[in-house]
T-cell receptor, first 117, second 110 residues
Framework: GAVVSQHPSWVICKSGTSVKIECRSL??????MFWYRQFPKQSLMLMAT?????????EQGVEKDKFLINHASLTLSTLTVTSAHPEDSSFYIC?????????????FGPGTRLTVL | GESVGLHLPTLSVQEGDNSIINCAYS??????FIWYKQESGKGPQFIID?????DKRQGQRVTVLLNKTVKHLSLQIAATQPGDSAVYFC?????????FGEGTQLTVNP
């Protein structure tokens, strides 16, 4: 149980285009989903926290107009990187917290590798 | 600001040896700590956790030690195997927000 999937697993796009990444909780309902970004040889950095049915809360320094997050259902959150540029190339990882479970329980997805040319 | 960091960026051990990975944290309000294993190109995988009211917890081949006095966390892996080669992160949380440390690359030599 507690499986989180991401789609696509990798994507290559041209500079200036937008890319959407999906995060799904496959066998549980996720009231909260988290989006992280990880650059090579670095740690995971939290970008935003997304609660179902409400606006996402972005970490300091993360542009909300560039990284659009939608959490319209209890099993799906999407991250859209708008007008992507090479510096947005990174490994994007989501995690999900199961409803009615302890606040500190997060299940991680496998990540999405974004390469912007 | 508050941070969670690791002492060593790389650790190389021989197969069969025990490995110890260390982590320092600075948020004295942290009440829950987690160790994750991340293989190349994959998401973090939960290894073991410990709450602040404990100082030791054991799992299968892994042990986590917590020293709140000096804000230090360690992960011990017994009889390290090649499949243990990965980056290991400690993470701290108070509430729902996870803060990750810098990571240690563990390499197990056959």
């Amino acid at each position: 149980g507690a499986v989180v999937s991401q789609h696509p697993s990798w994507v290559i796009c041209k500079s200036g285009t937008s890319v959407k990444i999906e995060c799904r909780s496959l066998d549980f309902q996720a009231t909260t989903m988290f989006w992280y970004r990880q650059f090579p040889k670095q740690s995971l950095m939290l970008m935003a926290t997304s609660n179902e049915g409400s606006k996402a809360t972005y970490e300091q320094g993360v542009e909300k107009d560039k990284f659009l997050i939608n959490h319209a259902s209890l099993t799906l959150s999407t991250l859209t990187v708008t007008s992507a540029h090479p510096e947005d190339s990174s490994f994007y990882i989501c995690s999900a917290r199961e409803a009615q479970k302890p606040l500190d329980t997060q299940y991680f997805g496998p990540g999405t590798r974004l390469t912007v040319l | 600001g508050e941070s969670v960091g690791l002492h060593l960026p790389t650790l190389s051990v021989q197969e069969g040896d025990n490995s110890i990975i260390n982590c320092a944290y600075s948020n004295s309000a942290s009440d829950y700590f987690i160790w994750y294993k991340q293989e190349s190109g994959k998401g973090p995988q939960f290894i073991i956790d410990i709450r602040s009211n404990m100082d030791k917890r054991q799992g299968q081949r892994v042990t986590v030690l917590l020293n709140k006095t000096v804000k230090h966390l360690s992960l011990q892996i017994a009889a390290t195997q090649p499949g243990d080669s990965a980056v290991y992160f400690c993470a701290e949380t108070s509430g729902s927000r996870l803060t990750f440390g810098e990571g240690t690359q563990l390499t197990v030599n056959p």
